[in-house]
């Protein structure tokens, strides 16, 4: 497949970079102000040369010379978004996904925010188009949550739930393990790049909240007869909290009784929920650091757990590669 | 390794299994222990045994705690009884219905337990009062409190609580424990019920 990846950040870097490992082919890039568009006249094949874009990106800060509108304009099979997560109208992501669908072409989502903000729209979309979208990367990173929720079919999920935000993860494990309280463990975790300056959206339980409102979409589409009955959700229908104000103390109660806690997310056809919960210690869900697990909740096969890196760039870009690979 | 596990059906609450094996437990009568919470004046407990007699429960012993009071000042006894499993639901009824609180009606398969914890400015707001609030719910009672106050009790705290809810009542109990918690500004962490580790 020929691919247009538009957002050259962690993930847009790790698929440009791996896409010839999986058999498909980069034909144009994109980052917030420039982006490099395959001529065609290489010889071989048509695609940009994946180390010169992603050196230029680390010693110029750009990818290429021309305008990012022009990766939009490539002659691509399929466009990777992976621009920052946005929320309301999730700009400019789904614009670039609409422009791909109008042109008939597939969209693989790394963004979380069209999938979350927007999934009606993009349905509607979709159904105007040849193109197709998929977005396995917008939840659990390397953890193939969607598309083992479609193998099992949503009809047949009744929930999923798990650890989806590793940053979170990581300040719980350690103030657990440490007895540290929250504000020493953020600071750790910032050092080691772990956290983010701002570390809201992964504190306050949005960024799990989103990928929890995903799955609730996955699931309420995915198991109406007519897609016109289901239920469409957003970050608003969510009811979240966070792990900010958890105290050290909390902490100590629960390991004295053989729980942790871990801030969990659950999503069903009717509802999405995410917030600190108490698991057993030893239990599934009680996962370390910043590792991520999903469990899904079948009516006839039991529960599934799946467990791994949840973030990341090259584990992010395995996602969407396989996305890519599903839509072959 | 433990496929065979799967296979067995789950032990309901609701008396099902009970006729499958032959209808043994259902009608064998077997020990039960209720506590009631009971109100300091006279003529209280005996009113408070009458519904067990009546309802064909076979009174075996009565421990009368004094002394030790309940968060919202009452008196505990601990009633052990024997009656039929379906009696022993009557009785518990009838007792209800009479205006009595039963905190605990025994039989593990009766009761729920479930771990929640509590943090926030727990002292501030009245621990106790906090407490005798969620015994006043009808679905739970505390049966342990573990509290951490590491920086005094001006400052935030949190407690451990374990719940008895009567049989299919944890939700309802846990419903009652988010409202308090948001109307005292508490925060709450529950449990992810129904799903074992
Ligand atoms: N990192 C992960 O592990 C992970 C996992 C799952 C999902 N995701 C999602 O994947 C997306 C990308 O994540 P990331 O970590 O790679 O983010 P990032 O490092 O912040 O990179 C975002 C990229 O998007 C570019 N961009 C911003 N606005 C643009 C526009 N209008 N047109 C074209 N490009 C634009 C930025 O350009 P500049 O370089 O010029 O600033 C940057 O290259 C996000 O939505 C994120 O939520 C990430």
């Known amino acids: 497949m020929r691919l247009a990846v538009v957002g050259a950040g962690a993930v847009g870097r790790s698929v440009v970079d791996l896409a010839g490992e999986y058999g498909h082919e980069v034909v144009a890039v994109a980052d917030s102000s420039s982006a490099v568009v395959a001529d065609g006249t290489d010889g071989r094949d048509a695609g940009v040369d994946p180390d010169a874009v992603v050196a230029r990106k680390a010693e110029r800060g750009i990818v290429g010379d021309g305008d990012p509108a022009d990766a939009l304009a490539a002659d691509y099979d399929a466009l990777v978004e992976a621009t920052p997560t946005t929320l309301g109208d999730a700009e400019p992501g789904f614009s670039h996904v609409r422009t791909a669908l109008e042109r008939d072409r597939h969209a693989v989502l790394a963004n979380k925010g069209p999938v979350a903000e927007r999934f009606g729209d993009l349905r509607a979309l979709v159904n105007d188009s040849d ?97 016109a009955d289901a239920r469409e959700f957003t970050l608003d229908d969510a009811d979240v909290s966070g792990i900010r104000d958890v105290p050290g103390s909390a902490l100590r109660l629960a390991a004295e009784d053989g729980r942790t806690v871990r801030l969990i997310g659950e999503a069903t056809g009717e509802t999405v929920r995410v917030a600190p919960r108490l698991v057993p210690e030893n239990g599934t869900l009680a996962v370390s650091g910043t590792q991520n697990i999903v469990q899904i909740e079948t009516t006839h096969a039991g529960r599934l757990n799946i467990s791994g890196r949840g973030a990341g760039g090259p584990e992010t870009a395995s996602a969407v590669l396989g996305d890519v690979g599903r839509l072959e | 390794m433990s496929d065979g596990r799967d296979g067995v059906p789950e032990e309901t609450a609701d008396g099902e299994d009970a006729t499958a094996d032959g209808g043994h437990a259902a009608t064998t009568p077997s020990t039960h222990t209720v506590r009631l919470e009971l109100v300091d004046e006279p003529g209280q407990l005996l009113a408070a045994l009458h519904p067990i007699a009546e309802n064909g429960g076979n009174l075996l012993s009565i421990y009368h705690e004094r002394g030790n009071k309940t968060p919202r000042g009452r008196i505990p006894v601990e009633v052990d009884f024997e009656a039929t499993q379906e009696r022993f639901e009557g009785i518990v009824e009838a007792l209800r219905s009479e205006g009595v609180n039963v905190m605990q009606a025994g039989t593990e ?89």
């Open chain 2, 109 to 197: 398969r009766y009761a729920e337990e479930v771990t929640i914890l509590l943090f926030g400015h727990l002292i501030d707001t009245d621990l106790s009062d906090t407490l005798s609030q969620i015994e006043a719910c009808e679905s739970a009672s505390v049966a342990d409190v573990s509290l951490a106050a590491p920086q005094g009790t001006e400052e935030v705290s949190s407690a451990r609580l374990r719940l008895e809810a009567r049989a299919g009542e944890t939700e309802a109990a846990l419903t009652a424990v988010r409202e308090l918690a948001a109307e005292k500004d508490l925060r709450l962490v529950e449990p992810l019920t129904g799903v074992e580790a």
């Open chain 1, 131 to 227: 193109g197709e979208i998929r977005f396995e990367a917008t939840v659990g990173g390397a953890i193939p949550a969607v598309s083992t929720v479609e193998d099992i079919e949503p009809g047949h999920v009744t929930a999923v739930r798990g650890v989806l935000n590793g940053t979170a993860n990581f300040i719980l494990t350690r103030m657990a393990a440490e007895g540290l309280d929250y504000e020493h463990v953020l600071a750790e975790a910032q050092d080691l790049g772990v956290a983010e300056a701002d570390p809201s959206f992964d504190v306050d339980g949005t960024d799990a909240a989103l990928k929890c409102v995903i799955l609730a979409n996955v699931l309420s589409f995915g198991a109406a007869d007519d897609p």
